[in-house]
């Protein structure tokens, strides 16, 4: 594409999709193979062995990044291949900084996996991102942030937590995965990495795995593609191809998901069943400012607490949807709902979880595309059954 400056929704649909150079097909072959043939030893068409390199998956990895505002993309098997890339760019001793409301299973992965083999992990309060400081040494290489976080929508300052990872020279990643690179792009506002669960938002349709890393900063990718390669959590050419796919809707998809949000929120707020809500786009959101400035809405993630209701009574209630599917998982076009403590949240410690507000009552809500009116009649009789 030869545009000057192509819009969000112009890459969406073509930002690195050219024609297939043999048919001129229009979609991108689902290129199935493992290998390719060469002429001589070493003389191939720049592709050798597929999971190093796929031209499906190559075609994805630069929609994405155009998507992103970066320059190198790279697609894993999940969105935790992907976060365990980054993490494999440290070394026994090296410390991360990291939120203390975090996806349970990127928890999982640094205390369960990384911990044992010498990687410290400081779990914080990101609201305030000048907190990050108190916890900065000689070890610190990487600040590791989600925003919004997973499951009670905090926003952590993106621009912030630049400034003091630039200064302290440490990377900085962003999870990304909840406002998707239609609400908010990290490297525009100083990250140096942002990864996506691919699963979610950018895949849209329930139906792939997958992960990916972005980034501008050629030598940060050099060292995550060697790593992608080695390790090897490389996606397939059918889940890239069903992902191309997904993303030419993503800007329609994310409109109408902040729409319907926005609605939901609102209704639960004023629901005398409803002790709490939790969503950026509340103007007394503790960091609404925050999320103003950086996000290009608030999205269709929002969590809330059931007033003075014991585990049995939020599990009744979770079970009693017509629409919203109780299941792990969000970002597709379906609504869904969630109970993190028990569900994606389980493998942090009830103490921790509840500590970030993760209590028995709370349920996330990934609110879909589907009728407006369909999904308040859902949630009024759940609410008043
Ligand atoms: C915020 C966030 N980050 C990372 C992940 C992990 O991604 P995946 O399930 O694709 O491995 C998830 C999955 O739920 C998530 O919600």
């Known amino acids: 594409m030869s545009l000057k400056s192509p819009k969000f929704a112009t890459k969406a649909l073509h930002a690195g999709i050219e024609p297939d150079p043999s048919t001129g097909a229009i979609m991108t072959p689902i290129y199935q193979t493992s290998t390719y043939v060469q002429a001589s030893p070493g003389q191939n068409k720049g592709y050798a062995y597929a999971r190093g390199k796929n031209p499906t998956r190559s075609a994805l990895e630069k929609n994405i990044a155009a998507l992103e505002n970066a320059k190198h993309g790279l697609c894993f098997s999940s969105g935790m291949g992907a976060t365990d890339a980054v993490i494999k760019l440290l070394r026994p001793g090296d410390e991360v900084v990291t939120g203390n409301d975090l996806y349970g299973g990127s928890y999982r992965m640094f205390t369960k996996v990384f911990e044992p083999f010498g990687i410290k992990f400081h779990f914080i309060d990101l609201t305030d991102a000048e907190n990050i400081n108190n916890y900065i040494n000689a070890n610190t290489k990487l600040i590791w942030i989600e925003t919004p976080t997973n499951p009670t929508m905090q926003i952590v300052d993106i621009s912030a937590c630049a400034r003091i990872a630039k200064a ?26 942002v990864m996506h669960s691919v699963t979610k938002y950018l895949g849209g349709h329930s139906d792939v795995v997958m992960g990916a890393l972005l980034t501008n900063d050629d030598s940060i990718y050099e060292r995550l593609a060697f790593i992608h390669n080695s390790c090897g959590a490389t996606p397939g050419p059918m889940d890239s191809f069903l992902v191309i796919r997904g993303i030419k809707t993503l800007h329609l998809r994310m409109e109408r998901h902040c729409q319907n949000g926005e609605i939901i929120a609102h209704f639960l707020r004023s629901h005398p069943r409803v002790e709490k809500v939790y969503w950026p786009g509340f103007t007394d959101h503790p960091n609404h400012d925050i999320a103003k400035k950086q996000m290009r809405g608030y999205g269709g993630m929002i969590s809330f607490v059931l007033k003075d209701a014991g585990l049995e009574e939020t599990f009744k209630f979770a079970s009693s949807f017509q629409v919203f599917s109780l299941a792990e998982s969000l970002g597709g076009v379906e609504s869904l709902i969630n109970h993190p403590a028990t569900m994606t949240h389980a493998s942090i410690p009830k103490q921790e979880r509840e500590n970030a507000g993760v209590v028995d009552a709370l349920l996330r809500l990934s609110v879909g595309v589907e009728d407006i009116e369909d999904l308040l009649e859902d949630l009024k009789q759940a609410l008043d059954g």
Do not use: R
């Open 168 to 193: 302290n020279n440490i990377i900085l990643a962003v999870d990304n995965t909840f406002a998707s690179p239609y609400l908010q792009n990290p490297i525009d506002l100083g990250a140096d990495i």
